[in-house]
């Protein structure tokens, strides 16, 4: 892995990156069509294509996070300094407000916004919970499992949880904030985020505690959980 600037660098980079396609492609979608299940797919189809691309090419760099409760887990499992974690966070947190600014600029908007999109209530904090659950759920199985592959399962997994989640997803604390900074398509009020950050904490917290048993290999057995895996 890269020295810690280099690995800051790519961390904000790919979450601005991240935040730019989110808003971008929800405001071209919004653009060109008053149809609002065509413009989810629009902005599905962009954020999923751009995980790939983003964790394919600065994976090697940082381990692309871009997304501090991912950053924080691994603190947890001690494979990333608890330092570190907190600073990847906080340019995380930066890279994506830079990443909604970047998006305002390419479509002559006000730089700057205060999102007005009202998400709130039950449902949408469970959503992100159980959106926030899988993402880390996967990751961890993932590079348990099949490493190479995360790139992809992480686009398809939240390609799918735009659809399957009544918040369309977020399971970002880093990219809930940057959309708090956009009144498009893709925004939420800033008085929504405690919310949504709370949930997406603590559904990463428990994907966390329970793949951490689930992927253990079996006490006292010869037979690893995966036939081509023989750590213990």
């Known amino acids: 892995m890269s020295d810690l600037p280099r690995r800051l660098v790519a961390e904000a980079l ?61 603190a947890l499992r001690r494979d990333l300094p608890h330092r570190d974690a907190g600073l990847y966070a906080i340019v995380q947190v930066i890279g994506g407000i830079a990443g909604a600014v970047v998006a305002h600029a390419m479509f002559a908007l006000p730089l700057l916004q205060a999102s007005t999109r009202v998400r709130t209530g039950g449902a949408q904090w469970f959503s992100e919970g159980v959106a926030a659950f899988g993402l880390v759920a996967i990751i961890l199985a993932g590079i348990r499992f099949e490493r190479k592959a ?16 009544a918040s369309t997803s977020f399971a970002n604390p880093a990219v809930a904030i940057a959309r708090s900074f956009t009144d498009t398509f893709s925004g939420i009020r ?28 079996p006490a006292g057995s010869d037979l690893p959980i995966n036939p081509e895996d023989t750590s213990p």
């Open 14 to 74: 790919g979450t601005a990156l991240l935040v730019a396609t989110v808003v971008g492609s929800g405001i071209m979608a919004e653009t060109l069509t008053t149809d609002t299940a065509l413009a989810l797919l629009a902005n599905t189809i962009a954020t999923g294509a751009i995980l790939v691309v983003l964790i394919s090419t600065l994976g090697p760099v940082s381990g692309a996070h871009f997304n501090p409760a991912v950053s924080l887990i691994f």
């Open 150 to 165: 995360v790139p992809m399962l992480v686009g398809l997994y939240i390609t799918a949880a735009y659809w399957f989640t």
């Open 190 to 217: 800033p008085l929504d985020l405690p919310g949504f950050i709370a949930a997406q904490l603590a559904g990463a917290l428990v994907a966390l505690a329970l793949m951490s048993w689930l992927l253990r290999a």
